[in-house]
């Protein structure tokens, strides 16, 4: 009698031949089919148990026409705010037994639409974080992406949730804290020119003017990272500014460090604040002020209207759009202005 090759893996064929039934009924009883009797289905899987069967999850998802997986295009991975965002949908996914794969456009906004597009040729949804496409490729790549969530973005294709930020309302907030202690000249370290987040934080800023004409408010590009903020320091020194308000933290901790190179001190020669509230926020050498934004709930929730997407399998829903205020947390960077500004 031919004995079997033990190193072969176990498969359908073999599942079948033992229990007795087609293939076609393997893989219906595999795929949690109610319809096989349920005699038939114990004894299949009592086969695929002896046989030690394990399904092939490739095949199982060309069977099934998903994935179990979604995909999420972010524009800095290295950014502690997207990591955040990724863990809470990570977490979130797999509770219910999703996995998730990561495409990183690092900051290049032509590598946004391909890596959308492969994400969901191999993904059940996409998820676009913060994306720096323009608003027109946006809303021609949006209906070829469902199911779609967005982050930091809205668009008008339908059943395409969103979930933003008020960053304009947040970066007031923290120039009238400036402005409360005392401050009269600021600049604001502006972020990556295609970022949606930064747009609406300069929309702020000239609500901010209009409402304070007696402060001067400058601008002057500080990117995203921390290198680009302790690149601006002597633009900063230079500037003669007292209150400064960073992109965000990375930028603000990039600028802290320079000044503390030159002797600069904070805050009682210069007050800084940054945004986002990223968990080393609190430890810097001052604890930073910042606008602190719900990032873990932000991925969390990203899934649930992902998921909702996937189990309506394509009906019509509502478009869902969720919208957060950032909170001002107050702490030791920030203080009343120095009677001469540092030089």
Not at 102 to 125: F, H, P, W
Not at 203 to 229: A, T
Request: aromatic share 4%; proline share 6%; charged share 20%.
């Amino acid at each position: 009698m031919a004995r079997r090759n033990t190193n072969r893996r176990v498969g359908i064929a073999d599942v079948a031949e033992k229990a007795g039934v087609s293939h076609a009924t393997v893989s219906r009883v595999m795929n949690g089919n109610a319809a096989v009797d349920p005699g038939i289905a114990a004894r299949v899987r009592a086969a695929a148990a002896e046989l030690k069967y394990q399904p092939n999850p490739v095949g199982r998802s060309l069977a099934l026409g998903k994935t179990d997986t979604i995909g999420i295009v972010v524009p800095d991975l290295a950014n502690p705010t997207f990591q955040a965002i990724l863990r809470g949908l990570s977490i979130a996914a797999a509770q219910d037994g999703y996995r998730v794969l990561i495409a990183d456009s690092s900051e290049v906004t032509s590598e946004e639409a391909i890596l959308a597009g492969e994400a969901r040729r191999r993904c059940d949804g996409v998820v676009l974080c913060a994306p720096r496409m323009s608003d027109a490729e946006l809303e021609e790549l949006a209906p070829t992406l469902h199911p779609l969530v967005l982050i930091n973005r809205t668009t008008i294709a339908t059943n395409t949730p969103s979930l933003s930020v008020d960053y304009g309302q947040g970066i007031q907030e923290l120039a009238q804290h400036l402005v409360t202690l005392g401050h009269r000249r600021l600049v604001f370290l502006s972020g990556p020119e295609h970022s949606a987040s930064n747009r609406q934080r300069l929309v702020g800023l000239d609500q901010f003017r209009k409402e304070h004409p007696e402060i001067e408010l400058d601008m002057l590009y500080g990117g995203s990272n921390f290198d680009s903020g302790h690149e601006s320091t002597e633009a900063i020194i230079a500037s003669g500014a007292t209150g400064i308000l960073a992109f965000n933290d990375l930028v603000a901790m990039g600028l802290l460090s320079g000044l503390h190179e030159r002797g600069i001190r904070v805050p009682e020669d210069i007050s800084v604040t940054g945004f986002d509230d990223i968990p080393f926020a609190k430890y810097t050498t001052p604890p930073l002020t910042t606008a602190a934004v719900p990032i873990n709930e932000l991925g969390s929730l990203a899934w649930r209207r992902m998921r909702e997407q996937i189990q309506q399998a394509g009906d019509a829903s509502t478009q869902a759009q969720d919208e957060f205020s950032p909170r001002v947390e107050i702490r030791k960077s920030t203080a009343a202005p120095a009677l001469k500004p540092a030089s």
